[in-house]
């Protein structure tokens, strides 16, 4: 996978302060990412970066 574009780095910031605000399951963080996408949007790369971030807090 090469960089996110500027649409999809704006995503997995939004992604990163959901997970990390502690408010939203994963299901919900998929559906407000689904209202941001684009069509030049990596989809599959953002729900990897949601569950990865997920898995992160959850370690603490």
Request: net charge negative; charged share 30%.
């Amino acid at each position: 996978m090469g960089e996110m574009n500027r649409g999809e780095e704006y995503i997995a910031n939004a992604i990163r302060t959901w997970v990390w605000s502690g408010f939203y399951s994963l299901s919900d963080i998929y559906s407000m990412m689904e209202d941001m996408i684009e069509p030049d949007t990596d989809k599959q790369r953002l729900a990897e970066f949601a569950k990865s971030e997920l898995q992160a807090k959850l370690k603490e």
